[in-house]
């Protein structure tokens, strides 16, 4: 996309050693030399500003379906019962922000949530489409760029985000 820059993924591994091309026992998968953990099991990568919440996942459900409303409504009770430490807000009937179509929004605050509910809605989120973003500061970016989708991407209505103030970045909070 125009307008942003992308740093080399391989910052900070400048002086490291060269990997082997060592095939795993399975004949496919490459070995890889045991090392510390990333960082990002544990903490949100920059440029995500988890101070408020590290990601978005916005479940859509077609209004001019009933079965799917249906299906919507009690996957939203369901997440509910099932994640009741994830901020879960109301269940729309229409279109709300940039959204094109109803929904409702799920937030995760760490690495470990966002993982554990992706993993939990790729195989319960039957017909409903989900977009997941982070949260950077840019609304834009976020529901564009750095967006992800479950199903079938709908189309956003981003001009409100393009003009919309960025909130400061904000320090994130001791644990």
Same mark, same amino acid.
Not at 42 to 49: G, L, R, S, V, Y
Not at 82 to 85: A, D, G, H, S, T
Not at 137 to 147: F, M, P, S, W
């Given at each position: 996309m125009p307008g942003y820059e992308y740093k080399s993924p391989l910052a900070g591994y400048e002086s490291? &050693?060269?990997? %082997?091309?060592? =095939?795993n026992p399975d004949g496919k998968s490459l070995y890889n030399p045991p090392g510390p953990l990333s960082a990002?099991? &544990?903490?949100? %990568?920059?440029? =995500?500003?988890s101070s408020n919440n590290g990601f978005d996942f916005h479940i859509y459900h077609k209004p001019n379906?009933? &079965?799917?409303?249906k299906y919507a409504a009690e996957l939203h009770e369901r997440i509910r019962r099932?994640?009741?430490?994830l901020r879960i807000y109301r269940f729309w009937d229409k279109p709300i922000g940039p959204h094109p179509v109803p929904m409702f929004e799920v937030n995760v605050f760490?690495?470990?949530?966002?993982?554990?509910?992706?993993?939990?809605l790729a195989v319960n989120r039957g017909p409903c489409s989900v977009l997941i973003h982070p949260n950077t500061?840019?609304?834009?970016?976020?529901?564009?760029?750095?967006?992800t989708w479950?199903?079938?991407?709908?189309?956003?209505n981003v001009s409100m985000l393009q003009h919309a103030p960025r909130r400061a970045p904000q320090e994130p909070k001791a644990t």
């Open positions: 490291a &050693e060269p990997l %082997p091309t060592t =095939i990002a099991y &544990e903490h949100f %990568p920059a440029p =995500i500003d379906s009933p &079965e799917e409303a099932e994640f009741p430490e760490n690495p470990h949530q966002t993982g554990t509910f992706f993993s939990w500061n840019d609304g834009y970016r976020d529901h564009t760029e750095l967006a479950m199903g079938t991407p709908w189309p956003l």
